[in-house]
């Protein structure tokens, strides 16, 4: 299982250099032909075209002013080719400084011919309802 869990990593650590580097193609590949993503604001992509459209759209000079960093902090295997991964997002300024909420994706990924793919992925901005 060390092997798949960097493997699964890897996929992770490709999310986030492809949106630091607002590399859209990069961020599209990794995502299954046929998979559903829910953005963190609740828009529905159905499929690696609508996600590449919508991609390609709001990427590029998205990270202009700041980065980002995600951490996978759970693997959950469902079976030995499929698994759902917790991650922790942060978007930061150029010096670090976080910007807004963090983020808690899922990803549930499968292993296609050799590779982790994202198939179902829903990103969550955390609030903090306790100061509100």
């Keep these: 299982m060390d092997t798949e869990i960097a493997a699964i990593k890897q996929v992770i650590a490709t999310v986030e250099r492809s949106q630091q580097n607002e590399l859209p193609d990069e961020f599209v590949s990794l995502f299954r032909a ?3 993503w829910t953005t963190g604001h609740g ?3 159905t499929g690696r075209d609508e996600i590449s459209a919508f991609t390609h759209k709001v990427l590029p000079g998205a990270m202009r002013d700041s980065t ?14 499929v698994a759902a ?4 997002a942060r978007y930061l300024t150029l010096d670090g400084q976080q910007i807004g909420n963090e983020g808690t994706p899922l990803y549930v990924m499968s292993k ?3 590779e982790w793919k994202l198939v179902a992925c829903q990103n969550t901005e955390v609030l903090d309802f306790e100061s509100t």
Excluded: Q, S
């Excluded at 980002?68 to 469902?78: G, K, P, S």
């Excluded at 991964?85 to 922790?88: D, L, S």
């Design 34 to 36: 046929d998979a559903i």
């Design 43 to 45: 828009k529905r992509l």
């Design 68 to 81: 980002c960093a995600y951490e996978v902090v759970d693997i959950l295997f469902i079976r030995p080719d």
């Design 85 to 88: 991964v917790k991650a922790r």
């Design 112 to 114: 296609e011919n050799g």
